[in-house]
């Protein structure tokens, strides 16, 4: 039966940890509202659901912004990670976790798992000599970079570098070759999309140099475990953050042995490289398991153009969901574009999808069905008669798509997911006007109450179904359906949960109002 649960699975998703350098904007919001639809799906589904998400606040970066504010950095992350949890909140995110790597338990995880690398002999003390840029974060190699004006280095993101010559402790990344490509040929879906993990097997594949992974040039860092003078490579500190918001150091209790590894990171394109090879290298070197898969998603554009603060054309969510509204913005952004591409945000191709699927094919065929039940049954949710061909057809249609829908997000593809479910809200179009419940009316009232009782049972399903990504008008559908709250999972789809006939519905309200520009 498609609705049954699991017993005992556990889900772990992550979405990165956002620098603390900017406000946040669509693009956060975006990669963080992935997780959050897998993570409310994976509950539905009866699974239990850790959905971390945070900020990144060590690093140079981060210093720099805190020096330009005139604050000292403590001060500084401590204001602009609320701005993030604060983000979190406005976009309905169901995060079980939001962590700081400022917090005290992250310095005790990062010190752990560097104290396990350097006594497993994969970090040695060193001098780095090399280019690193301030805004990614990053070391490149010299081949890596052109001339940009002013005789600067330009690293392939477009980011400045800087010459950096200073003590540093290294991992031994070029022996990780071998480990990691015989790890990506083990784990096919470690890494997806599929021309995102080719991409990665190439670069691994044309040899890696050691990380540097300490710096000595500035202080707002973890300390390295028993040498003062370094402070921890922000990467190494970030990435550990998946194992300190599960217990880690403590391998041996909960949460640790029941989440990790996790399910699933969530990463943009841009950051891909640091979680698929550096990471399982440093956790392997630790002698802890690889995350078992990592998804890196595309970028947005702003009307065809790249979002960057200089152009100015930053996208605030806020601005967005107070002009189209939350759950308009989270189905935009999950169904414009196959989750894997690139995108760009449009007023246009926004205002299509509000009015063309919200509105007239999912909000209207709940309004018109639920409104005859009002007029001619009362508002009290009729009893079906025998059921011909086509309202089976319906009926088994609502339950079983659940199946398809389950496979899409268990591939990160959002954009199918909603699909699968805009099939069934076709096909239930379709069927209210070949059935016309209104001709019934006064002809074959017993038949006209069939087809209102089948038409409200596929509302159902679909409102059950719409609240990952749209949980507040998944909840309004069910509430106007007079769902018990404990009857909105998967478990109920299907028969197991069929509605009442007899039961009094409340008055219909339009869930999804055509969007009108003013
Ligand atoms: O990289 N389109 O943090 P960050 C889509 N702290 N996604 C976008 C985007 C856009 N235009 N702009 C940003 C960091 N993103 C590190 C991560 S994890 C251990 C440490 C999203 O604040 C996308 O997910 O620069 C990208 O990977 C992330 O924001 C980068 O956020």
Known sequence: MSGKKPSNETYYVTSPIYYVNDAPHIGHAYTTLACDVLARFKRLDGYDVYFLTGTDEHGQKVEKSAEAAGVDPQAFTDRVSQNFRELADFMNFSHDGFIRTTEPRHATASQAIWTSLRENGHIYLGTYNGWYAVRDEAFYAEDELTDGPDGKKIAPSGAECEWVEEPSYFFDLSKWQEPLLKFYDENPDFIAPKSRRNEVISFVKGGMHDLSVSRTSFKWGVDVPSDEEHIMYVWLDALTNYITAVGFPDKKSEPYTKFWPANLHMVGKDILRFHAVYWPAFLMGAGLAPPKRVYAHGWWTNEGEKISKSVGNIIDPREIVDIYGLDQVRYFLMREV????????????????????????????????????????????????????????????????????????????????LESIWVVVRAANAYVDQQAPWALHKQDPARRDTVLYVLAETIRHLGIYIQPFMPDSGAVMLDQLAVPADARDFFHVGEDGALVAGTILPKPVPVFPRFVDE
């Open 338 to 417: 196959p989750f894997g591409n690139d995108g760009d945000f449009s007023r246009r191709s926004i205002v299509n999808r509000i009015n063309s699927e919200l509105s007239n094919d999912l909000g209207n065929l709940a309004q018109r069905t639920l409104s005859m039940v009002g007029r001619y049954c009362e508002g009290v949710l009729p009893a079906p008669g025998e059921l011909t061909d086509a309202d089976k057809e319906m009926r088994s249609q609502a339950a079983t798509v659940l199946g398809a829908y389950r496979t899409h997000l268990d591939n990160q593809a959002f954009h199918e997911a």
